[in-house]
């Protein structure tokens, strides 16, 4: 008969739940064991080959599937043994199963606490205290080069999450969605409390992200909270002064120091060259996550990273606008916010002197072929000439609008300068005679170029070849080429090529037949064109708004410098700002290395004409002039 009972199949799924009990105490025992492995010796899980780690994971895998099957074999067993049950009972029996299975359905459908083990339901507890709490966040997504971790504060847990399967999870950071793949996983919201940077107005955003993109800090006032780390090893901490994470290796511990801080190096940390020590606090410092994604250099970017050291020449107070050589390279010649460019010797970094006269932040700048005369451009609506031996003033154009840009012509005769909109007055470009004595010389302009959107600024302004034309662009992204002698527009580029944006700088190569732009697109590029024809020939993708370019005179070789806004720029660091110099090769526009070390956005850059070396002057104040190993010349693609 059907209801007879299975006498035979209850035997049976008896052994096989004896079985299955055997097999997690094996799994147990083999779990137990590389716990105390890892308690033993933790640096274990960094030594190449090391498997431990996921040992441990399928060992857990393996032990949740025995759980499952143990459950199923137990509820088919129960069934059977209630049909051994007289029918009254067994209806009973039945009402009171069916009453129980209803609650455990509720139960499931309520919370997930009940279905999860024991050591994920106290996780969970963990992580749900952490609500108002600052912890560290990884920001990135699975397939991303390197982990950004960002330091955030916890506003709420989602313990209800009913999710059994891998969802896409979004993310919006710097003006990018990013999609990441997250198995299983509670939800932590959380709020990254600096402002946004993107350009519809910032504001504080909060994220959905998984436990396991989750890390918590230590205990200020606890410290028996937080494991100590010795003398070695790696940990993920917050960079002194920014809310960024990094690797860092642990030089001395808060015990042998006598302190609460921890004194770490951190990695690709470079100042002067060097690895510098930092005092971090115990409780911004937490494990090396597994499988943390750091960056490495590649070969061919070798010559710039491990021998290459700069000289830091400090000498403005205000942020770096314009850098620029003479035509020897024997000297540079610096401009920034603090009203005073400078003049340095370009092989040492020495400062040679200061030119004072300016009452506003300089822009720019340009020397005379023979070194003798420099042109600045000023904020304080003047554009001067200096005798660059004496640092004397020589004469000073007046005009109603902050003078933006300077360019001497070939032959020094004539200087193109181009003013901002400014009240009533409009953007435009200013061609001036300079006379060989300056006694000689007037004030007046040779040719008065107004710009066709002229509330939009000209950031920039150059001679073209043989001083036939001048070559413009600014805030409306279009690139103009004027006739130097009627004023005529003679072409202006493709609003379906080229930039999209602000155009922020623009520097000619050394024979004047093209020239490249750097911008503020949304797409981080600059531009290579041809001078007469405006032809785009390439684009190089920073990643990074660019606000300097320059061209390398000796190789095929553009370097690109930028960052964050600086308005932007709180507390991220040199790292997390991408702040760097990336050089790219002209032809083939890929990216070949880079130069890190300002603490703020490049504003300028420029190649010494003997092509051996290069400067950057930062939104930090500094000039770095860097200046190529041999390495540097044999960098193959």
Known sequence: MSSTPDITGILENTKELDRLRKEQEEVLVEVNKIH???????EVVEKPGDTSLSQLKNLFIQAKELSESEVTVSNIRLAQLD??????????????????????KRMKAGSDVTRVPPSIRNQMKAYAS???????????????????????????????????????????YDDASVVTRCPPDRRVEVLDEESGDDEEGGGQRTYKLPMSCILPFPKRNDPSTTQEFLPGKHVLAVYPGTTALYKATVVSTPRKRKSDEYLLEFDDDEENGALPQRTVPFHKVVALPEGHRQSRSCDKERAFKEKMRPILMKGHERPLTFLRYNRDGDMLFSCAKDHTPTLWYA??????GT????????????????????ITGSADQSAKLWDVKTGQQLFSFKFGSPARSVDFALGDKLAVITTDPFMERTSAIHVKRIAEDPEDQVSESVLVLESPNGRKRINRAVWGPLNQTIVSGGEDAVLRIWDAETGKLLKESDSEVGHKNTITSLTKSADDSHFITGSLDKTAKACLWDMRTLTLLKTYVSGVPVNAVSMSPLLDHVVLGGGQD???????????????AKFYDKILQEEIGGVKGHFGPINALAFNPDGKSFSSGGEDGYVRLHHFDSDYFNIRI
Not at 347 to 352: A, C, F, S, V
Not at 355 to 374: I, K, M, P, Q, T
């Open 36 to 42: 105390k492995k890892l308690r033993s010796s933790p």
């Open 83 to 104: 049909s051994l049950l007289p029918s009254g009972q067994q209806r009973g029996k039945l009402e009171v199963a069916e009453g129980n299975g209803l609650k455990r």
């Open 130 to 172: 952490l609500k108002g709490e600052q912890v560290a966040a990884r920001m990135t997504a699975d397939d991303a080069e390197q982990d950004e971790w960002l330091v955030v504060k916890v506003i709420h847990f989602d313990r209800e999450t009913k999710d059994e399967k891998e969802t896409d999870v979004t993310l919006l």
């Open 347 to 352: 092989d040492n970094g020495e400062r040679h």
């Open 355 to 374: 030119f004072r006269g300016h009452n506003g932040a300089v822009w720019c700048c340009d020397v005379s072929r023979d070194s003798l005369r420099l």
């Open 566 to 580: 600086a308005s932007a720029v709180t507390t991220t660091d040199h790292r997390a700002g991408k702040f760097e």
